[in-house]
């Protein structure tokens, strides 16, 4: 079954910035806007209103604006490793798992490190690391299952998505639980060394910031300057024609996922250490299928993807503020959806009326 | 045999039945040659949408047709997108699963944990009454008899008539069934709205009749419809082996409501069992195609050799070979 992308089917809005291809990028966004404005007319909601307290709850004050930067680093490290496995024609729907599988491997190694009097800052880097061979690791199983099972990466990757939460709910209840009760509001905060500190008046560690911009800068260099990433865009482009002219594919396959799982494990590490400070079950706060909604919009040009992940953690911190209105935060979800959605269709449009002329 | 077991075994007849249709539905879709995704969200965004209108307007009825109507419309778009703009199946169903859950926890809201309208249990006169056989499977709401002619019906049409050997050959050879007239691009538009509608079927299935009521977030919904995706690579796209696997998915969660009041395992945990399964079923049948495994089996001795490719041949199942492929009439 050929479930993989192609190069030629994937969605992509950002491919050649000519006048016309802007034109219908934005006919996208603007069909978009009026179908989630339908949806808040629906909800008896005004939508001028309801867009004017997101931009006021994203921009409104520096915690707030700081919140949308700490939320974009996550996510812009989740689409950069998507976008080695997108490059490859992977879909690593399993990037959620792998997020709560490197926040498992964080904690655990804070609670293994935790008594030992080391360095707080070195306990950090060594729980860094946990949390990156978490990731890998569970990226590497819809891998192999792929390569040495037949069984699809969507397929595989979705089952050990639920898995990694079991696992996470399965500490948190049983080895890992709290002194006392066990609760569903996540294991013991880790010890305040522990945790990276905020920017003085703000919401941001300046760690997290740096990782993600070496991340994103990373992934641009490898994708765009590296035979590496030239291979790889081969594969994702005919892997069979890739194999044939020499490329180890599945030595490549591999490595796209480790490379994915490894990003996936430092974001999992990252909310551990910045936002959470403690294992919750909703571990990867949605990060993994956010992050392959914005890769799917940037499909290969990673550049684009630190702008467009910036728009979505706006719409996601912002979109809070709509409590006030009565409306819960699933309306970010609605409405980056639609924009996906709209962006495929309009792109699909667009592709027919290019063959037709 | 005790109460508390028919309880449980008429149990699993019932939890079965939206996950049957969903699975079929999409086992329709598929042998057409298209793979609608967004099976999760759609089975969500018609649960609430079928609870909604038909506590609004006080009918079952229009409860059901407006889930199914959905279902439909989510359909019709991935068809449109897949079909005519020959857009990535893959990623259209992904953000469509995303989209139609959020639309139904954002739009279902107002409507969180009320009281509506349920299907209540019609046992059948007669049969109800035969020990065993009546408890388990003939009391039960309309929809669960539905279920029980509806595979039958499917599992006819798709192996026994014409238009079914028409559906298999959109499928398998387009191009071959185009030559002999069929008109490949509408049919596979018909059989993926059509799938489409009965996975639309399977939300107020839910909603209506089997887990009574919509409780946003916390409805148990999310993560089924990823399941009768499974189910329908489980059962071969073969609707008796596809009801087989629904079954076997309606059992772990009886189990896991068994489980639960007996012993003190979190909920949670529970919920997710299936999960691992369904990696390990889909393993089972596609591990006997792959390269290394036939290396393996030519290395053994004669007799386990044989014996192991037998049962790997029996589990293993292959999909309609232009599946996800575009159809090009040219």
Not at chain 1, 236 to 243: Q, R, S
Not at chain 1, 337 to 343: A, D, I, P, S
Not at chain 2, 213 to 230: C, E, H, N, P
Not at chain 2, 300 to 322: C, F, G, N, Q, Y
Request: charged share 10%; glycine share 10%.
């Amino acid at each position: 079954m050929s479930l993989e992308p192609r190069a030629g089917q994937t969605p992509s809005i950002l491919k050649k910035s000519t006048w016309i291809d802007f034109g219908i990028r934005l006919t996208a966004v603007i069909l978009a806007l009026v179908f989630t404005s339908l949806i808040l007319v629906i909800a008896k909601a005004q939508p001028l209103e309801a867009y004017k307290s997101i931009l006021q709850g994203a921009f409104g004050t520096t915690i707030k604006f700081t919140s949308v930067i700490a939320s974009w680093v996550p996510l812009v490290i989740a689409t950069s490793g998507l976008l080695f496995t997108f490059t490859a024609g992977l879909w690593n729907i399993g990037m959620e798992g792998q997020i709560v599988m490197g926040a498992v491997f964080t904690v655990g190694a804070f609670r293994i490190f935790d008594e030992t009097g080391l360095d707080p800052s070195l306990v950090i880097f060594l729980a860094f690391l946990a949390g990156a061979a978490g990731g890998i690791f569970w990226a590497l199983l819809p891998g192999l299952m792929k390569i040495y099972g037949g069984v699809n990466e969507i397929f595989g990757g979705l089952g050990l998505n639920f898995v990694a939460k079991t696992a996470a709910i399965w500490l948190i209840f049983g080895p890992w639980k709290r002194p006392g009760v066990a609760s569903g509001s996540g294991t013991e905060w880790i010890d305040i060394p522990f945790r990276l500190p905020y920017i003085p008046g703000t919401n941001l560690s300046l760690t997290i910031l740096i990782i993600a911009i070496i991340v994103a800068v990373f992934t641009a260099i490898m994708l765009k300057g590296t035979h590496f990433g030239l291979r790889l865009k081969a594969i994702g482009k005919n892997d069979k024609a890739a194999y044939i002219l020499g490329i180890p594919t599945t030595r490549y396959f591999l490595l796209a996922f480790g490379l994915c799982g490894l990003f996936a494990g430092i974001a999992g590490a990252i909310l551990v250490t910045s936002k959470q400070y403690s294992l919750i079950p909703d571990a990867g706060f949605g990060y993994g299928f956010l992050g392959l909604l914005v890769a799917m919009l940037v499909n290969y040009h990673p550049i684009w993807s630190a702008v467009i992940a910036f728009f979505f953690a706006a719409l996601s911190i912002g979109n809070t503020e709509l409590q006030y209105m009565g409306l819960n935060s699933y309306f970010a979800g609605v409405l980056q959806g639609f924009l996906v959605l709209f962006v495929v269709l309009v792109d699909g449009v667009r592709k027919r009326l290019v063959t037709k002329l | 045999m005790d109460v508390a077991t028919l309880t449980t075994l008429a149990g699993i007849v019932e939890y079965a039945v939206p996950v049957l249709f969903a699975s079929i539905g999409e086992n329709f879709t598929e042998k057409a040659g298209l793979i609608n995704l967004s099976v999760n969200g759609t089975i969500i965004l018609s649960a609430m949408s079928g609870f909604v209108v038909a506590m609004t307007v006080d009918s079952i009825f229009l409860g059901f047709l407006v889930g199914a109507v959905v279902g439909a419309i989510v359909a019709a778009i991935v068809a449109f997108s897949s079909i005519t703009l020959k857009q990535s199946q893959v990623a259209i169903g992904f953000v469509l699963a995303l989209l139609c859950r959020d639309l139904a926890y954002f739009l279902g809201a107002p409507y969180t944990n009320k009281p509506g309208l349920f299907l209540s249990k019609v046992p059948i006169p007669v049969l109800a009454d035969i020990p065993f056989i009546g408890p388990v499977f003939f009391n039960h709401s309309l929809v669960v008899y539905a279920s029980y002619l509806f595979i039958i019906i499917a599992y006819v049409f798709m192996f026994k008539t014409r238009s079914g050997l028409m559906l298999q050959g959109i499928g398998e050879r387009p191009s071959a069934a185009f030559a002999r007239g069929a008109n490949v691009k509408a049919l596979r538009y018909f059989y993926t709205i059509l799938g489409g509608l009965l996975i639309g079927l399977a939300g107020p299935m839910y909603s209506l009749a089997v887990k009574i009521g919509w409780a946003g977030q916390l409805s148990g919904l999310d993560g089924i419809g990823w399941i009768a995706l499974a189910i329908t690579i489980f059962g071969g796209w073969n609707p008796l082996r596809v009801a087989f696997g629904a079954y076997l998915f309606g059992g772990l969660q009886q189990l896991g409501i068994t489980l639960q009041s007996t012993t003190n395992i979190p909920i949670q945990i529970l919920q997710a069992a299936p999960f691992p399964l369904m990696i390990f079923t889909l393993l089972l049948v596609n591990v006997g195609r792959a390269e290394w495994v036939d290396r393996e089996l030519a290395a053994m001795p004669e007799k386990p050799r044989i014996v192991l490719s037998k049962i790997l041949r029996a589990l293993r199942t292959s999909p309609p070979a232009s599946l996800g492929v575009p159809f090009e009439n040219e």
